[in-house]
């Protein structure tokens, strides 16, 4: 059974950082595309919007709303994928998701971020 455990959301002032990991059971995050994944206004799965990417070579890539202030990272020895988020901005408020995805796609629960001003 794949299983995919998200950590680290909470209430964070304008301005300061959060770290979010998941975790990984029953496939091995290595062998996969891993994504962060944020809710936007609550429609379907096929309407949330990419946070940032990271291909199972290690190439990264982000939505330039985040560029410079969030990494994307994976640590293969705990099967554990994370998304460092500094200089927060209430803007970024939402229910991020991590996913992975090899021909089939597995996502986690989702945790909530929010920014106060």
């Known amino acids: 059974q794949v299983q995919l455990v998200e950590s680290g959301g909470g209430l964070v002032q304008a301005g300061g950082s959060l770290r979010l990991s998941c975790a990984a059971s029953?496939?091995?995050?290595?062998?996969?595309?891993v994504a962060w994944y944020r809710q936007g206004p609550g429609g379907p799965r096929e309407e949330w919007k990419l946070?940032?990417?990271?291909?199972?070579?290690?190439?990264?890539n982000y939505v330039d709303s985040v560029k410079g202030r969030f990494t994307i990272s994976r640590d293969n020895d705990k099967n554990t994928m994370y998304l460092q988020m500094n200089s927060l901005k209430p803007d970024d408020t939402d229910i991020y998701y991590c996913?992975?995805?090899?021909?089939?796609?597995?996502w986690g629960q989702g945790t909530q971020v929010t920014v106060s001003s």
């Open positions: 946070v940032a990417l990271m291909s199972s070579k290690g190439a990264a």
């Open positions: 029953g496939i091995r995050l290595s062998d996969y595309t």
């Open positions: 996913s992975a995805y090899w021909g089939a796609s597995y």
